[in-house]
């Protein structure tokens, strides 16, 4: 799978948790809160490790427009890593806790909006089909590696049963997905 569509796809499963953050928070369920941000954190620690390890690398030198970005995405998981350590450092509950999580989904949400913006059609433009493919094997590798589910497992799903993940979680643009962006989008434990 291309690279890019593997970034779009981790970032669209991180908004459809911050969907269901956002909701369980304005219900006021703290035990939903609890695990939807289990799940960020999750999410986003496995997302910045694969960028920075293999992604941000590989990119790195193909223009100076996509360097920028990177050395600008670099500081923005310093500052998502650092509220993700404040946050387990304390009790997940009251004011405070819940201003540091939506904070961090802020934080998140620009440094995607970004990526997506300048660096994704950046990298499109300066690699060839078969690199981003080549680099997409290696960052569903390492994700993988580092506890996520591998795609074999979703794309094993039928399709409905990938439209009714992608409704449960969330997923943001689930009725223009194929298959294939289902299956990388979803998060098939649920």
């Not at 009251?94 to 934080?107: H, T």
């Not at 433009?125 to 996520?148: F, M, P």
């Amino acid at each position: 799978m291309d690279c890019n569509d593997l970034i779009i796809a981790d970032h669209n499963r991180c908004r459809g948790l911050f969907s269901r953050w956002k909701s369980a928070n304005e219900r006021d369920d703290l035990e939903s809160m609890k695990l939807v941000t289990a799940k960020i954190v999750e999410e986003l620690l496995i997302h910045m490790a694969v960028e920075e390890n293999v992604f941000y690398p590989a990119i790195r030198g193909e223009s100076e427009e996509i360097d920028d970005t990177v050395f600008e995405g670099v500081e923005e998981h310093h500052v998502g890593k650092v509220l993700v350590e404040e946050l387990a450092g304390m009790e997940p509950a009251g004011e405070e806790w819940i201003a540091k999580v939506k904070v961090l989904i802020e934080v998140t949400q620009h440094h995607m909006d970004e990526e997506e913006a300048d660096m994704l059609p950046a990298v499109r433009s300066k690699t060839s089909a078969d690199q981003r493919h080549a680099l997409g094997e290696r960052i569903a590798t390492r994700k993988v590696a580092l506890g996520a589910p591998p795609l074999e497992e979703a794309l094993d799903l039928t399709m409905e049963e990938l439209k009714t993940k992608a409704k449960e979680q969330e997923i943001p643009g689930r009725s223009k997905m194929n298959k294939d962006e289902l299956a990388a989008t979803i998060d098939p434990r649920g």
